[in-house]
T-cell receptor, first 114, second 112 residues
Framework: AQSVSQHNHHVILSEAASLELGCNYSYGGTVNLFWYVQYPGQHLQLLLK??????LVKGIKGFEAEFIKSKFSFNLRKPSVQWSDTAEYFCAVNAGNYGQNFVFGPGTRLSVLP | NAGVTQTPKFQVLKTGQSMTLQCAQDMNHEYMSWYRQDPGMGLRLIHYSVGAGITDQGEVPNGYNVSRSTTEDFPLRLLSAAPSQTSVYFC???????????FGPGTRLTVL
């Protein structure tokens, strides 16, 4: 069965610091990759997604992610974080066959200090 | 569009009670799912549906039932609540098999 791992459970940064959150998955075939964000008390929202093409994808609020197929990774980055980025971030992988192969990582909690 | 709606927002049950969590979407999405979110475990798929009349089990289906009589609605039934079912439940819908999922606001369930 495929799985998704996220490197950090909790990341604490000061405002304006750069952010990189790691995501690795285990699946040898074609995958579609997602990053979702959950702000405190809110539901999950899509940050960005990769289906094909340019492996560097840009999302909302200045986030971007790079798909590196050889490393089975899809790391999330932001050059300068803001206090409002405090949230939990989930990486997700879909290998087709809706439901059966849509797997979320355990999440990384990001705390940005003002 | 309201998107994906869930009711109730909060619920407290006693062990052994049953209840139904409601989920509805107005985007005409064929695909719908139920997840539970527990600390440190991300979201785990309970049941999903690829269209009206079609449902299937996810990763953690035990203790839950679903049905999909219409495209819009996808209720989740807890048959006999247990403390291990204390969690936050999210419903999601998607326009396509490998497309973005849109999430509801969640139901926080506590089983005493």
């Amino acid at each position: 069965a495929q799985s998704v791992s996220q490197h950090n459970h909790h990341v604490i940064l000061s405002e304006a610091a750069s952010l990189e959150l790691g995501c690795n998955y285990s699946y040898g075939g074609t995958v579609n990759l997602f990053w979702y964000v959950q702000y405190p008390g809110q539901h999950l929202q899509l940050l960005l997604k990769y289906f094909s093409g340019d492996p560097l994808v840009k999302g909302i609020k200045g986030f971007e992610a790079e798909f590196i197929k050889s490393k089975f990774s899809f790391n999330l980055r932001k050059p300068s974080v803001q206090w409002s980025d405090t949230a939990e971030y989930f990486c997700a992988v879909n290998a087709g066959n809706y439901g059966q192969n849509f797997v979320f990582g355990p999440g990384t909690r990001l705390s940005v200090l003002p | 569009n309201a998107g994906v709606t869930q009711t109730p927002k909060f619920q407290v049950l006693k062990t052994g009670q049953s209840m139904t969590l409601q989920c509805a979407q107005d985007m005409n999405h064929e695909y719908m799912s139920w997840y539970r979110q527990d600390p440190g475990m991300g979201l785990r798929l309970i049941h999903y549906s690829v269209g009206a009349g079609i449902t299937d089990q996810g990763e953690v289906p035990n203790g839950y039932n679903v049905s999909r009589s219409t495209t819009e609605d996808f209720p989740l039934r807890l048959l006999s609540a247990a403390p291990s079912q204390t969690s936050v439940y999210f419903c999601a819908s998607s326009p396509g098999q490998v497309d973005t999922q849109y999430f509801g606001p969640g139901t926080r369930l506590t089983v005493l």
